[in-house]
């Protein structure tokens, strides 16, 4: 039977195998435009249009497709004219990383009239992990947001993010849009045991699998161990971590690696491995891991780092200020709570993965290894694999291509290291692609919390004393686990001003799935429970709960303190706390939301805020540079990774800013190992303060050599030259600015600068988030009536993309807050690895937020900029809780807020009270 | 996977075969079991049917697309009863272009909207063995527990036909999720016998199969909670992450009782106006 299948007017006839889906065969014919998000239906990034009818092709049998059209996001602009939906996706900007911008289009543009009168319905089945939605309604909805600013006028517009037209187009680059020759693929054999020890391994009948090259154990790894999380400074992490182990200790953890010719055959591999395993006692809960007695998760000696692995404490703080015990004693009233945060998946929707191939070294003829990597942090990435493999870093190139999101689950090297130790093997380009399930179970999450919060106060309001009591599971490994702990204790409680202080903070192993860096890193944990204890507090207090607040909380000018010491390179160098609560009054004053709740239903409103700062501790380093091209443009070289943050946009305004031009007439290289000598990452909010900065520093030296450069070539004297958007003015006159660089390259001068920066000191950024919300006691469910934003983020570098930014972060805040969770039973196992059953927000879940940023403008920031990428994600759990609090009576201390777990509450607390009343 | 093969030829059935319906759910998830996929798509089974006498006759590879377009006569009451369970399903709209309404009843999910519709119709599946024997079963017998049916091996569903008597009298449907257009976690339905005007209250989603409850006309409230809180075992109210057994059960006598009140009403006359205040649909979008 001949097979026949046209897509984008273009005939094929390759036969589809038995089995295989419509995505694959289509990205197997180059359409890399069609993305695998989920590989279940679920996600909708993969949707195409199969004789004008939209389908996830992930599901659809390609041998169904025989004599139909496809049509791909590749195919939709006709006669190199946009759709009309791409046009408006690029107006609105209704894309983050991108990734499912393709099925959103796919599916849009095939909505009929009715269907677009509903939205919520309608794009059921395409999800967005990076928006918020708000910018997609727009983007459908034909609203035009974007800018095109004047020359020099960049900084605080809100031009479209560069690589939008390639986003629209499905010709945006991300981490597997390639192809290689003679790539090879690799699945991984996980464990099925929370604890074991590998007593042998046979993998000969593997090996017989056709087209199998090469099976790899424990025994192929290298005797190293490091830590899969990437920090500037490595001894932040336990080294705990091997590429292949010879001891397991979670369900899922990797135990070998099949490289095959196709990935059907490594995974049959996989399946005919035979591993012997003499099981070993496990324990999941984090405080019966931390009782004598307990299984020890990694024996290991003080070398790893290990703050008591006796004790399966991977990191620990304690601390006091002043005396809590005398603090407590001269309060008036206080309260204590235990609050608990769930596991929560990034989510991104490119999954994990890299993909490593050879090249000749343009600059040494040297053969050496690349790996294009679904990375936050290239460099660092590149620091490990030299380190593991004992290889020198000229052999060895780390790229990231467009990045389809990261929200920290990319600050960690966990495909890295595994693919390139069976290209260096094999000598052989090797991909290693994770799959969504793999996402749950061999990636990690968010640190589960417990938090005991202890609060005094006087009868006006002041607080006394503050306590916190912290156990962060780290699951089986401590990668982030130390970091995420300190921080969490860090400005959560820095911003409260108290005489009395103290914190007792563990981060503990267990045999569960390992937890990583994750938005907020910690932050957002302990957030969670401060803040509902500052409004249970006030409530018994009689106090208005933001009054409680701005008697509390730091000033302009003062210092965070905290029992686990001061952070002297931290100063608040812009102060819009206020502004933040200020938000919060006007949005209570004018607001008439209550009266669109339903008859019968319950209705309050709460608020809560935080503080973070604006990196990381420790330093955190880039380098950039800017140099003005052969044909007059200018090109930005930069390291930091675009996972849909938006920093490229930002760096462009910036050097637009700095060299009198737009933006347009400005290419950003970046994510490369070889484009600059280095850059910490994109995490830690520091794409805009950290990076940017060294961009700005760059920018501004290189305006300074062209306009000494240009006043000395035309003579005129430096004071009467000025930068224009493609020339130079020399006293009324103009030089193009492909003369001057013509000018400069025959005298040798090369026009380019060099900018750095060291990520400290740093300042400090604040949210305020503010909900009205309906319940409907017989039901549980929850309606937001209204969502309120404050966010200080200093001088907003471009409004649009970070109003996008905060609306991202509510959103997935809303997600953990309504019915996320990562679920794992009694030996670890998670249970929740899918969308069907691990739900994340779609565009029927998420309300608009209005978003309000404070007028600021910091001292030490470029330009007067603060990190805003974070930090949206922090107040809006206990701001929702606090809420629920007041429709309800009760407080709710753990999230996700289901409807049957409220309703049950409910349910609960009218039995309790009809007994209390009889 | 080794191969893919038409279900118009006949083949000896193997371990390792599976029916290939719309392919929405065994291509969802790896199947490292199945060796061949028998591919129903060409089988040329008329989708919809509406027989002699006004029964309606759904092949198994009717898609929900298709089931959702196809013009249901006027003289059918129940006929808005199709698309709302086209609108339970978790799964977006682009869904229903592949997936099969035999695919969604031999799934044997709590949460199958198409199990809910066609056991609330008082459907009857009918079933052709490998030798090619047909026999008949209904709906309700047929999911027997939660992703359990009757089905023997190699057996395979042909089609659902829902009697002509059911399909003119009027329903009701209630559906409660723990999310925005969600996954069901309680699915209640009623249908009004035109004739005798007995009621039939289906319950579904909340219990690990379609439970059937019978009443004469003009129940009162106390005896329908009773009835079909007896009629659901205690350990048949289904417990998964999508909803504790409690809250579904709560939703369920609630929507029972909803359900009461809207077919006691007159016909026509709008269930916001007639039965409790409460009782509009609660799976409206939260925007």
């Not at chain 1, 290991?300 to 005396?323: D, Q």
């Not at chain 1, 675009?642 to 290289?669: K, S």
């Not at chain 2, 992450?241 to 006598?253: E, V």
Request: include cysteine; charged fraction near 20%; proline fraction near 6%.
């Amino acid at each position: 039977m001949s097979y026949a299948i046209r897509v984008n007017e273009q005939d094929f006839d390759a036969e589809p195998r038995p089995g295989q889906c419509l995505r694959t065969y289509l990205r197997e014919r180059g359409w890399f435009g069609v993305k695998k998000g989920c590989d279940a239906g679920d996600c909708g990034a993969c949707t195409v249009q199969v004789d004008g009818e939209p389908v996830h092709s992930c599901l659809y049998p390609a041998v169904r497709a025989e004599g139909r059209s496809v049509t791909t996001v590749e195919g939709l602009a006709k006669d190199g004219e946009l759709h009309p939906m791409q046009q408006r996706f690029l107006d609105a900007q209704g894309f983050q990383c991108g990734f499912c911008t393709a099925g959103f289009l796919m599916t849009a543009s095939a909505l009929d009239a009715e269907q677009l009168t509903d939205l919520p319905r309608s794009l059921k089945g395409n999800l967005c992990r990076c928006t918020g939605y708000r910018a997609i309604e727009d983007s459908i909805r034909g609203v035009k947001h974007a800018e095109e600013p004047c020359a020099g006028q960049a900084v605080g517009r809100s031009p479209g993010a560069p690589a939008g037209p390639l986003v629209v187009t499905g010709t945006a680059r991300y981490t597997f849009d390639l192809e290689v020759e003679g790539l090879l693929n690799m699945k991984l054999l996980r464990s099925p045991h929370p604890h074991a020890r590998i007593l042998s391994i046979d993998t000969s009948a593997a090996l017989r699998v056709p087209g199998v090259h090469a099976v790899f154990t424990h025994h192929d790894a290298p005797d190293k161990l490091y830590s899969s999380a990437r920090h500037e400074h490595p001894t932040e992490d336990p080294d705990d971590t091997r590429v292949l182990d010879d001891v397991v200790r979670f369900v899922g953890q990797r135990v070998a690696a099949v490289v095959a010719d196709s990935e059907g055959a490594a995974e049959e591999g996989c399946r005919r491995i035979v591993v012997e395993y003499e099981e070993l006692p496990y324990v999941v809960d984090p405080e019966l891991a931390m009782l004598p007695g307990a299984p020890v998760i990694h024996p290991k000696g003080p070398e790893s780092r290990i703050f008591r692995a006796e004790n399966n404490v991977c990191g620990e703080v304690h601390g006091e200020l002043g005396s809590v015990e005398q603090g407590f004693a001269e309060a008036d009233v206080v309260y204590e709570e235990t609050f608990r945060t769930q596991r929560v998946q990034h989510a991104s929707l490119e999954t994990h993965g890299c993909v490593v191939y050879f090249e000749e070294n343009e600059e040494s003829g040297e053969e050496r290894i690349v790996v294009r990597s679904s990375t936050q942090v290239p460099f660092l990435t590149r620091r490990a694999l030299c380190d593991l493999y004992d290889l020198p870093p000229e052999r060895v190139r780390v790229v990231a291509g467009r990045v389809g999101g990261g929200f920290g689950g990319k600050q960690e090297m966990l495909t890295e290291d595994i693919a390139v130790l069976a290209a260096l093997k094999l000598h052989r380009p090797v991909k290693l692609e994770f799959t969504r399930p793999e996402q749950f179970y061999g990636a990690t999450t968010r640190h589960p919390f417990t938090v005991t919060v202890k609060v005094g106060a006087t009868r006006d309001g002041i607080l006394t004393a503050l306590k916190f009591r912290v156990v962060a599971n780290t699951g089986a490994y401590g990668n982030h686990g130390p970091a995420v702990m300190f921080h969490s204790v860090g400005e959560s409680m820095g911003v409260y001003r108290a005489p009395h202080k103290k914190v007792n903070a563990y981060s503990v192993y267990t045999n569960a799935v390992p937890a990583g860096a994750f938005r907020g890193y910690g932050l957002g944990q302990v957030t969670f429970a401060v803040e509902s204890a500052m409004d249970e507090l006030a409530r018994r207090l009689g106090i208005d709960p933001l009054v409680l607040r701005e008697k509390n909380v730091i000033g302009p000018g003062e210092h965070m303190e905290g029992p686990a010491g001061e952070e002297e390179d931290l100063h608040i160098a812009s102060y819009g706390l206020d502004q933040c609560l200020q938000v919060v009054r006007d949005a209570l004053a004018d607001d008439r939301s209550a009266e669109l709740a339903p008859e019968g239903w319950l209705v309050g409103q709460g608020f809560a805020m935080s503080a973070i700062a604006t990196g990381p501790p420790g330093g955190h380093f880039a380098d950039a540079t800017v140099k003005l091209m052969e044909d007059g443009t200018y090109d930005i070289a930069v390291g930091t990774a675009e996972f849909g943050n938006g920093t490229t946009t930002v760096h462009q305004q910036i050097t637009a800013g700095a060299l009198g031009t737009t933006v347009d007439r400005i290419a950003v290289r970046q994510s490369d190992t070889d484009v600059v000598g280095h850059d910490t990452g994109a995490f830690g909010s520091a794409g805009t303060v950290v990076a940017g900065k060294a961009v700005m520093k760059a920018a501004n030296a290189l305006a300074e050599q062209i306009l000494s450069f240009t006043a000395e070539y035309a003579r005129t004297q430096r004071s009467l030259v000025r930068l224009l958007a493609d020339a130079v003015e020399c006293d009324g006159r103009t030089v193009s600015l492909k003369e001057v660089f013509e000018a400069a390259h025959s005298k040798g001068v090369l026009l380019a600068a060099d900018g750095h920066w060291g990520g400290t000191p740093r300042s400090v950024a604040f949210n305020s988030q503010w909900f009205r919300l309906a319940v409907d006691p017989d039901t549980g469910e929850i309606r937001i009536l209204r969502s309120v934003h404050g966010a200080d983020a200093g001088r907003v570098m471009n409004p649009l993309q970070c109003r996008g930014q905060v609306e991202g972060g509510v959103a997935q805040a809303l997600g953990a807050t309504l019915f996320e969770q990562v679920l794992v039973d009694g030996r670890g196992e998670v249970t929740t690895a899918a969308f069907r059953r691990y739900r994340l927000p779609a565009y029927a879940d998420i309300p608009r937020t209005e978003v309000h940023f404070s007028r600021t403008s910091d001292a030490i920031g470029p330009l007067g900029a603060k990190s805003m990428s974070e930090s949206p994600f922090n107040p809006v759990p206990p701001a929702f809780a606090n809420a629920l609090r007041d429709a309800t009576g009760i407080r709710f201390t753990e999230a996700p807020f289901l409807r049957d777990k409220v309703w049950q509450a409910l349910a609960d607390h009218r039995a309790r009270g009809a007994s209390d009343a009889a | 996977m080794q191969e893919v093969r038409d279900a118009r030829r006949h083949y000896v059935w193997l371990p390792g075969d599976a029916w290939l319906g719309g392919g929405t759910y065994l291509f969802s998830e790896p199947q490292p079991h199945i060796r061949r996929l028998i591919d129903l798509s060409r089988t040329g089974w008329e989708p919809l049917r509406i027989t002699a006498d006004d029964s309606l006759e759904i092949a198994a590879t009717c898609t929900i697309a298709q089931l959702s377009r196809f013009p249901k006569p006027a003289r059918w009451a129940a006929a808005p009863l199709f698309e709302q369970c086209c609108r339970a399903f978790l799964a977006s709209w682009k869904i229903w272009n592949m997936a099969t309404f035999g695919g969604n009843l031999c799934n044997s999910l709590p949460a199958g909207p198409m199990i809910s519709l066609a056991a609330a119709l008082d459907g009857t599946c009918l079933l052709r063995d490998q030798a090619g024997s047909m026999r008949t079963v209904r709906v309700a017998d047929f999911v027997v527990g939660a992703g359990r049916n009757v089905l023997q091996r190699g057996e395979l569903l042909r089609s659902v036909t829902l009697p002509a008597r059911v399909l003119a009298g009027r329903t009701a449907f209630r559906q409660a999720s723990l999310y925005g257009l969600g996954r069901s976690g309680a699915l209640v339905i009623g249908a009004l016998d035109p004739v005798d005007g007995s009621l039939t209250i289906t319950v579904s989603a909340s219990t690990v199969r379609p439970v059937r409850v019978w009443f004469p006309p003009s129940p009162n409230a106390a005896a329908v909670r009773e009835a079909v809180d007896q009629a659901v075992a205690p350990d048949e109210w289904f417990d998964d992450i999508h909803g504790l057994p409690a809250w579904r059960r709560h939703m369920t006598l609630r929507y029972a009782e909803e359900i009461r009140r809207e077919l006691a009403a007159p016909a026509g006359c709008a269930p916001a106006s007639c039965a409790h205040p409460d009782s509009a649909p609660t799976e409206e979008a939260g925007r």
